[in-house]
């Protein structure tokens, strides 16, 4: 049984080496391609080879070693010297790396081994990132049982987001899965000019945010589907969130079209390009809808547009997985958000943050929330 498995506690020392911030420089001396789809929190693309290099001298590899070698070192020992006087000329000899590559291997050595001739103190990841990404899964299986939630659930446009950003204002635990994913978790939901990280990498952040947090006090979270994007919720972060204490946010329809106004402002630009992304709807909606949607998208009343949107697809889709995914949940509290804006959700988190402790996973039942709280459906 791994370290992680047997103990439900995370460190990079089960990987033999010490915290990752506690290292002057984290060097991931693979190619480019390989550290864009993953890299350890904070490492700084050194590569001994780039991807031309790589491809080279593995092509080289099969038919002829000794060559690929002497090619590839060559290339080494030029990328690495050029790295010397700009970057690694800065640090002291009191400083200590950090370096890795795929497996720990000849990459890894060829700067480990050249730093401790200039007088650093390096350490290797044994293993390399191989050995560090098999961590990661252990860990997102082991670390998410060990917190508390609070989960914000409620219709698109009712704030979600933003009272999450006025909780971690008050100080509170916040875990922003949007923000990690870079994607507001919808069919409309990609951040324009904005890439979603790899999988692995967005599994990379996710741990390195649940790292930070004190498991004694509860995590604020919106409620996601499965998937956000393209990618996917783990396993276990995403049950646990199912089995956590639920507060239904709403708020008046004019408050939660003018957020869309602010928040989606390319859409408010280009409604007819909002609705061509929706397109994929018509088995859900029909095409009635669909054409009405179109009628208001032309005549440019994005309003209107963006209220039947709601009213007609998200509003019945929110229902719909709040009976499917919530059933566990106890007890649901309804919390109605007068307005959206920086002060009102600034005094909604305030009275959010007084909550009473909870009680396997729900609200103690003498603990209404105040502001136009009631039941919520089931």
Known sequence: MSPV???????????????????????????????????????????????????????RHKSDKHGAYLIGVEYSLRNIADQIKPLISRYSEADR?????????????????????IGFQVDVLAGGWKRYRQWVRESLGALPPRFTYRVLAGPTGCGKTRLLSALAAQGEQVLDLEALAAHRGSLLGDLPGVPQPTQKFFDSLL???????????????????????????????????????????????????????????????DPVGMVQKLMPLKPLVGGQLLSAWQGLAEQGATDALFESVMQGHYDPCYLRSTRSNYRRTEVHRRFVLQGLGPQALAEAARELGTLAPTVEGSLESGSPIHRGARDAPP
């Open 97 to 117: 790396f950090l370096v890795y590559c795929f497996r720990g291997g000849k990459r890894s050595r060829l700067w480990a081994d050249n730093l401790r001739t």
């Open 207 to 269: 741990l390195q945010e649940l790292r930070r947090f004190d498991a004694s006090r509860p995590i604020w979270i919106e409620a996601e589907s499965k998937k956000i994007g393209n990618l996917q919720l783990p396993e276990s972060p995403f049950d646990c969130m199912h089995r956590s204490e639920v507060i239904h946010l709403d708020a008046p329809m004019p408050e939660r079209v003018k957020l869309w106004r602010e928040d989606y402002p390319h859409f408010a630009d």
């Open 5 to 59: 498995a047997s103990t439900g506690m995370v460190s990079p020392e089960q990987i033999g080496v010490s915290e990752f911030a506690d290292y002057s420089l984290v060097i991931d001396a693979r190619s480019p391609r390989e550290y864009a789809e993953d890299h350890l929190p904070g490492a700084v693309n050194l590569p001994v080879v780039d991807d031309a290099q790589y491809a080279e001298v593995g092509t």
